[in-house]
């Protein structure tokens, strides 16, 4: 069972420069969420989709973005890397059934960044 | 708005004894709560979550956390701790004011277990 899958595990960048975190599920999950886990501050939710073609901004999104153009993979994009933005993200996914849902997430195992 | 705090950043145990990780929730609404717990360099696992169906929940792993609206409080508890429980605790709830659904997470708890 791969369940929700990210990659890459680790990366270091420079100041400045873009790249795309990857996530994939395979559990057919209408939602999917990136948050970002910081030191004393615990997991804040960046963006998050309800299903493809849908996403909105979570807690903390300035210089992140993200698509939905599948079910299974929700991308998340850093513009401009900036040192404040060395953190360890998650994806995760669940099934859908509105804002009261108790439906458990599922996460990956992160991706540890780091910008130089 | 709803919060959560755990109490103790940080609980050591000897192996073997009660574990007793302490949470409590502010929220307007009747809250869905969850118990993960993260590992070193792995991502977080459900231990266990609260459905309004009973109070008392069973998770994996010998955990449970029982579910109290007066004290506004869902604490997990194990009877017998072991080694390869030693990791990060978090308590969860998910927002239910909105459709975010998004989780709002307790600062976390480190938890020792010692020989």
């Known amino acids: 069972n791969a369940g929700v899958t990210q990659t890459p595990k680790f990366q270091v960048l420079k100041t400045g420069q873009s790249m795309t975190l990857q996530c994939a599920q395979d559990m057919n999950h209408e939602y999917m969420s990136w948050y970002r886990q910081d030191p004393g501050m615990g997991l804040r939710l960046i963006h998050y989709?309800?299903?493809?073609?849908?996403?909105d901004q979570g807690e903390v999104p300035n210089g992140y973005n993200v698509s939905r153009s599948t079910t299974e993979d929700f991308p998340l994009r850093l513009l401009s890397a900036a040192p404040s933005q060395t953190s360890v993200y998650f994806c995760?996914?669940?099934?859908?059934?509105?804002?009261?849902?108790?439906?458990?997430?599922?996460f990956g195992d992160g991706t540890r960044l780091s910008i130089l | 708005a709803q919060s959560v705090t755990q109490l103790d950043s940080h609980v050591s145990v000897s192996e073997g004894t009660p574990v007793l990780l302490r949470c409590n929730y502010s929220s307007s609404y009747s809250p869905s709560l969850f118990w993960y717990v993260q590992h070193p360099n792995k991502g977080l696992q459900l231990l266990l979550k609260y459905t309004s169906a009973a109070t008392l929940v069973k998770g994996i792993n010998g955990f449970e956390a029982e579910f109290k609206k007066s004290e506004t409080s869902f604490h997990l508890t194990k009877p017998s701790a072991h080694m390869s429980d030693a990791a990060e605790y978090f308590c969860?709830?998910?927002?239910?004011?909105?459709?975010?659904?998004?989780?709002?997470f307790g600062q976390g708890t480190t938890l020792q277990v010692k020989p």
């Open positions: 995760a996914s669940s099934s859908w059934t509105g804002g009261a849902s108790n439906q458990p997430q599922h």
């Open positions: 969860v709830v998910r927002e239910g004011s909105s459709n975010t659904g998004k989780l709002i």
């Open positions: 989709s309800v299903g493809a073609g849908i996403t």
